[in-house]
């Protein structure tokens, strides 16, 4: 596994990863990605740790099914809804609205579309996001910002096995990579721990896609994310190199079914990770923020 920082995945292209982000789904939220929010979702019955505050980060790429699971369990929680993109916005305060004439708008606290308080929040839920970050670290670090001393972050993302059969067949057909490269999971881990969260809990899963043809599988890795890698084809693909991906694929990646159905692997990563009182290296000068502070101040001395 690589080590250096410099030389680990993701490789991505900044510009193409900012233009995927302002897209809005076209018909919902991915069927993969609701499928890793329901899996996700199931795992906080593990944890003993009730939010009375969460946000909800990209929730439209992330799942918005997953972010109605999440209001159903933190049913008197406040809830914050997070969308980095503005445009964005108004877009996923539509299809999170609860109409006035349905119960669900009477069940609880409707989440606010507004930065969380100061303090932070007890949860941040963020789904399928990490993976299409050009800069993860800054990411991290921002999730970091969010999250209230003792509340926890959990996140899931695609791993280095995703897309594996395609990826054999680009290599063997001498086309450029079909997608950026995943990172491993134990490099999230080193990554949380840089950016201030204690002792996270990472683990994965296989989950393998079928089609009934290849045109079918096509149209949902559309919807899945782009490909990002800089030195992804740059130009227009034509009829023939379709038509020979198509051909080319249940070759690469038959179902057990036979009969030109398709099967593709995807890693899934879940992870989460708690964010600990701040500990401060005393010196002749320290600066702490003002929210560290108070934290400190609440549980005693500074490096105590």
Same mark, same amino acid.
């Given at each position: 596994m690589?080590?250096?920082? $410099?030389?680990?995945?993701?490789?991505?292209?900044?510009?193409?990863?900012?233009?995927?982000?302002?897209?809005?789904?076209?018909?919902?939220s991915?069927?993969?990605?609701?499928?890793?929010?329901?899996?996700?979702?199931?795992?906080?019955?593990?944890?003993?740790?009730?939010?009375?505050?969460?946000?909800?980060?990209?929730?439209?790429?992330?799942? %918005?099914?997953?972010?109605?699971?999440?209001?159903?369990?933190?049913?008197?929680?406040?809830?914050?809804?997070?969308?980095? *993109?503005?445009?964005?916005?108004?877009?996923?305060?539509?299809?999170?609205?609860?109409p006035? #004439?349905?119960?669900?708008?009477?069940?609880?606290?409707?989440?606010?579309?507004?930065?969380?308080?100061?303090e932070?929040?007890?949860?941040?839920?963020?789904?399928?996001? %990490?993976?299409m970050?050009?800069?993860?670290?800054? %990411?991290?670090?921002? #999730?970091?910002?969010?999250?209230?001393?003792?509340?926890?972050?959990?996140?899931?993302?695609?791993g280095? !096995?995703?897309?594996?059969?395609?990826?054999?067949?680009?290599?063997?057909?001498? #086309?450029?990579?079909?997608?950026?490269?995943?990172? !491993?999971?134990?490099?999230?881990?080193?990554?949380?721990?840089?950016?201030?969260?204690?002792?996270?809990?990472?683990?994965?899963?296989?989950?393998?896609?079928?089609?009934?043809?290849?045109?079918?599988? %096509?149209?949902?890795?559309?919807?899945?994310?782009?490909?990002?890698?800089?030195?992804?084809?740059r $130009?227009?693909?034509g @009829?023939r190199?379709?038509?020979?991906?198509? *051909?080319?694929?249940?070759?690469? $990646?038959?179902g057990?079914?036979?009969?030109?159905?398709?099967?593709?692997?995807?890693e899934?990563?879940?992870?989460?990770?708690?964010?600990p009182?701040?500990?401060?290296?005393?010196?002749?000068?320290? $600066?702490?923020s003002?929210?560290?502070?108070?934290?400190?101040l609440q @549980?005693?001395r500074?490096g105590?």
């Amino acid at each position: 596994m690589t080590t250096d920082p $410099a030389q680990r995945p993701p490789t991505i292209d900044a510009t193409a990863a900012a233009r995927w982000s302002r897209l809005a789904p076209a018909a919902g939220s991915p069927w993969l990605h609701e499928e890793i929010g329901r899996r996700m979702e199931d795992r906080l019955q593990w944890i003993k740790a009730q939010p009375k505050r969460w946000a909800d980060w990209a929730p439209l790429h992330g799942g %918005l099914e997953a972010h109605a699971l999440l209001s159903r369990r933190y049913r008197t929680a406040e809830s914050f809804v997070i969308e980095p *993109e503005a445009a964005l916005v108004p877009v996923t305060g539509r299809a999170l609205a609860a109409p006035w #004439w349905t119960a669900r708008r009477w069940q609880g606290p409707q989440p606010r579309f507004e930065a969380p308080p100061e303090e932070g929040v007890d949860l941040l839920w963020a789904n399928m996001a %990490l993976h299409m970050a050009a800069d993860p670290q800054a %990411l991290i670090a921002r #999730w970091h910002r969010l999250v209230a001393t003792d509340g926890f972050l959990m996140f899931s993302c695609l791993g280095p !096995d995703t897309l594996r059969e395609l990826r054999l067949l680009h290599e063997a057909s001498g #086309w450029p990579p079909p997608s950026h490269e995943f990172t !491993d999971m134990h490099d999230w881990g080193d990554m949380l721990v840089g950016a201030g969260f204690a002792e996270p809990v990472m683990d994965m899963e296989h989950i393998v896609l079928t089609w009934p043809s290849a045109e079918r599988a %096509l149209a949902e890795l559309r919807t899945l994310g782009r490909n990002l890698h800089p030195q992804r084809f740059r $130009a227009l693909r034509g @009829r023939r190199w379709h038509q020979a991906l198509c *051909e080319a694929l249940p070759r690469f $990646a038959p179902g057990a079914e036979g009969k030109g159905h398709i099967a593709l692997t995807f890693e899934i990563i879940y992870g989460h990770a708690f964010k600990p009182a701040p500990r401060v290296a005393l010196a002749a000068e320290s $600066a702490v923020s003002l929210r560290e502070m108070r934290s400190m101040l609440q @549980r005693g001395r500074p490096g105590a």
